[in-house]
């Protein structure tokens, strides 16, 4: 068994993490560190895992030795900690914005303040086994990426692999996200009767996870966020223009073949049924990101869509993919929940 | 009194508007015509009109002559029927999308299928105060746009207006939208254990909509639909290049003037508070669109949002305000309703 | 023009209070205080006011004489500045829990804590026009029912005026109640992420508002309360037991007569129909309460069913119609949105 | 390999039971009957197994014989096919109500028509493992009791094993259900515009599911039952009334005694947390009922709270778990989903 450890184990993704890891054959959880909840039982914090665990939260300093350390800390706090954690644990998996962008200008631009362990930058591999697998075999430090910017990086990334589109019109991104993005410690716009049935557009422009897509992508990405009612699920939708003469076979095809052997990502773009597109409320729960796209033959305009549940494949479970192929384990363990229908 | 004729009044749209002439001082409901129900009280349809009214649904043969007909009918039968109502009213008001494009080539595009009745076509001003009134006081054929098309119109005409944007670009815009658009006999899509909590991308490229925008705004509109989790309102957000130099006081000041005298557009592009941007949600029942904006300085990108009820704004309160302005009533009169906060 | 003061009017019901009392045709408002938000604008709290009113709030001390003062204050706080309301206005309506109890022994049981005026609780007009119209025309203090107590006493009202159950039985309520209710400030347990689609028991037992109806009805009530999926709205069902004997036609001619001339009273209790029985939905924003019963012959129970908007009927508008009383104005004036369907 | 066939496949309760026995490691899917979708796709209905099975429809005279038969058939399907599938299966599980009452008189008044294979009445053994387990071991006939009715025994059933309620009193419940009751082919009234929000009485005296509960607990139950806004999820409260002198920890003992061992029965009644009673948002997906209760000492009257997945604990998870104890398998397997927080 492996020894693993949570750190921010009290907030929704935290939660999330210690409901997969849990449920894990090969793991065996080491630490809950939370520092509001610490003494507390787990599950009366996350009251799905009644029965599942009478493990309680801890302080940061009663974790020993692990062989992995997930973060799911504020933003911002996980690169104060992050040399701690080195120390205690060879692999370091963070879930936090900190560690995602390796260009310390980009960061300043996108979050507002200097970075404050720039010099572990370059150490962090990307948690996107989609893109990054290979590294990630031997990755000790990963940064899982945002909801947002796996939705529209994976809906976008088989053009751009298999050279489609144009990369200098760069590429358009509208995302819609459910209110556990929020966490729990949201404030007042996210009081239900607020957010409930609400349409709220919280970034017009720029949000943060726009500069991952343009590191991941290699074009200039816009992203606008909107919270609509839901409570887990992200869905982007992208546009981008198509080189000339370039068909919708060809697009078909790159889908098909660039996710041909992804455990997690499936390709969405049918002609009958209701779910033709790629729907977040049937993947709450699971670690699959679906993609899928649409032309407009006329005018060479792409729409790409992506859709995850934020708190899994959107974080916690993309994180458990990333240590199963860092650990040599199979990649699917313990993630292959599929998702609810309806719901 | 003027009298006031329904066609299609058991549907969503049609109820909305019998609650709206209900509570008009100057109007009196002449007919309420649905094939379905005819003979049938309206409240046993429209609940909320308990106590309103006594009245029941009656044939297109009961109708007499009346000083408006209002056509709530499906898509495509308006068309087959609008002679008839010609003949009966000096001012006919069609909430269908058949008269709303004034090309037939882009009709055959968008709906694929003939107009029937093009010669009619010129004769139409489209409902829309904010860009006709004038051709409005004097119209017999009103022409009401498209919910999504009006949030969409509407966010982006000052920038047009004030020749503020590159109009070779085009614009791109996605919309979300609550379920009422789909009508009361909406099918399996519309089913509420499919649809709650649903992001279903239904138009991922050339809604209808797109064509009316273009048609508006002189330039190549594309637009994605997506059904959210609402009963009521729309929300379009549209993507714009600004002409170089244009800075974020100009756009402000061109929203400003656009809409100053403007009953029922608010310019909504605050720094602060829960609802900074528009939001259907405090529109619900209200005539009000509200628009805003979102500039991205480094990229000269620039994001508008428009947000109302798509029953009111986007439908029959649209349709009464034509009504108004034409009849040389109070343009307001029978629209006050401010909506609800929180809902 | 009568002026008017709503003291605490940053809060949900406070602003609902305000949006009725700025369509209202007699009355001006003469102060909205919020300590909170005194010297802000009113529609930066409150946005569907925005283009309504150009106020702000302000501080209780900038109050001068008026005709009415409506407080919206948290629970526990009216009782301790009651005093000084008085002096400033003839008429006081209390629109929170401190005032609805006669008997300062049952307010401690169900408040927990001891009254800080009871001197005055005997000068306290319930704000049922229902049940005490003729009192409430010379009433100068007034205390507003809880929004589940009003659904509740109002359903079974019928029942108990024309003799019909058999007392000695009491009454058993199950209340379901929308998110709004607990208020502009409320904490955890009403974050989005954790109330939507939740069917939170927050009561399993005596819930205060029993006390409420206990008193108005004469019998022994038992409530217990749910939050579930709604931002407004509340809805009651209650079981009594019938006297031998009764049958259904007698219960339905105790509810036509009892209700016949109430203006916001409707018995709704239909064979056909999607809303067959009183539905909050339908009512949202409106004045109105739908009570509806249901009798089971075999066993002589009855089930009774009372629905309505909780910050409207529930609330400032059941307020608001008691103000018209007692002003001797129209007593639907300002009060006769109908509610929206769908929404 | 249990080889397994599922009747009714093309329904909600058929597809969660498809998504279950996919993911069973000792079963292997023979068929899924369905006469709608017969020869299409099983991932192109229940979009959630897309990737999880390449399966399709099939008729049912395709289906041979097999271990085990499960029918989520209409209700009054099952009883004309029951013969047919008892010649080709040694277990036949039926998840339909014809075959949950014992008494032909019972169904009759409950269900308005005659029974038309009252014979086989008597063999089947109701599929409620709590209830039932030994019998279950050896049942060749299992018929699963409707999703209220578990919520509304178990969450009663430990107050009449320990003879601590009144039972001449009855009891009284009031059940709230989620849309995916109603199927994947309800009718307007769950259209998502008239569903969402709603809180609609659709039985306000005598829901069928009380002569369940009157059968397993031997008292007169009354239940009504309210569509509240929710996909999955029923919850139902219940009254009874205490023998005399049974306190607060007698009631705790019990219920804490009955569940000790029961895999799937949890008792939430806590004095701290969000969710101190029972709630279906946290078990969607799971096969967990959780029970609770509360009393009012001053009048010993007994509020008792059960919740489940109606889809899973309230038909298709219960199905498989009675499965698991007939073939003598572990009886949580495939069963040990726990639940997301938040949802």
Redesign the interface.
């Known amino acids: 068994m492996l020894r693993v450890t949570v750190v921010g184990a009290g907030g929704?993704i935290g939660?999330?993490l210690l409901?997969l890891l849990?449920?894990h054959p090969e793991i065996e959880v080491a630490g809950a560190v939370s520092s509001r909840f610490a003494g507390k039982r787990i599950d009366?914090?996350?009251?799905?895992?009644?029965?599942?665990t009478d493990l309680s939260f801890c302080a940061a300093e009663a974790v020993g030795e692990c062989d992995a350390v997930f973060l799911a800390l504020p933003h911002r706090v996980a690169m104060t900690q992050m040399d701690h954690w080195i120390q205690r644990s060879k692999l370091v998996v963070d879930m936090t914005g900190d560690f995602r962008l390796d260009d310390t200008e980009v960061f300043q631009r996108y979050y507002g303040e200097e970075h404050l362990a720039p010099q572990l930058l370059a150490d962090f591999v990307p948690g996107l086994p989609e893109l990054y697998r290979e590294r990630l075999r031997a990755a000790d430090l990963i940064s899982v990426p945002g909801c947002m910017a796996t939705a529209g990086v994976l809906a976008l990334y088989p053009l751009v692999a298999h050279d489609l589109i144009d990369l200098r019109q760069g590429a358009?991104f509208?995302a819609?996200t459910?209110?556990?993005g929020?966490g729990?410690t949201?404030g007042?716009?996210?009081?239900?009767?607020?957010?409930?049935?609400?349409?709220?557009?919280f970034a017009?422009?720029?949000h943060r996870h726009e500069a991952e897509i343009s590191r991941h992508l290699g074009l200039?990405a816009?992203m606008?966020a909107?919270g609509?009612?839901?409570?887990?699920?992200v869905?982007t939708?992208g546009?981008a223009t198509l080189r000339p003469g370039v068909d919708e076979r060809t697009v078909r095809r790159a889908f098909r073949e660039q996710y041909a052997k992804e455990p997690f990502v499936?390709v969405?773009a049918?002609q009958?049924?209701?779910?033709?597109?790629?729907?977040?409320?049937?993947?709450?729960?699971?670690n699959?990101c679906d993609v899928?796209?649409?032309?407009?033959a006329d005018?060479g305009?792409l729409?790409v869509?992506g859709?995850l549940d934020n708190l899994v494949k959107g974080g916690a479970g993309n994180a458990l993919q990333c240590f199963n192929i860092r650990m040599g384990l199979p990649e699917t363990l313990g993630l292959?929940?599929?998702?609810?229908?309806?719901?």
Chains 1, 2, 3, 4 share one sequence.
Do not use: W
Request: charged letters at 20%; hydrophobic letters at 35%.
């Open positions: 929704y939660g999330e409901r849990l449920g009366g914090v996350h009251p799905n895992l009644r029965s599942v358009q509208d819609r459910g209110s556990s929020s729990a949201a007042p716009a996210n009081l239900h009767a607020e957010r409930s049935g609400a349409m709220r557009v017009p422009t720029r200039a816009a606008t909107t609509v009612e839901a409570v887990r699920g869905q939708i546009h499936r969405v049918h009958r049924g209701i779910f033709r597109y790629p729907e977040p409320k049937i993947l709450l729960g699971s699959f899928g796209y649409a032309l407009d005018t305009r729409t869509i859709a292959t929940f599929p998702g609810l229908h309806p719901l």
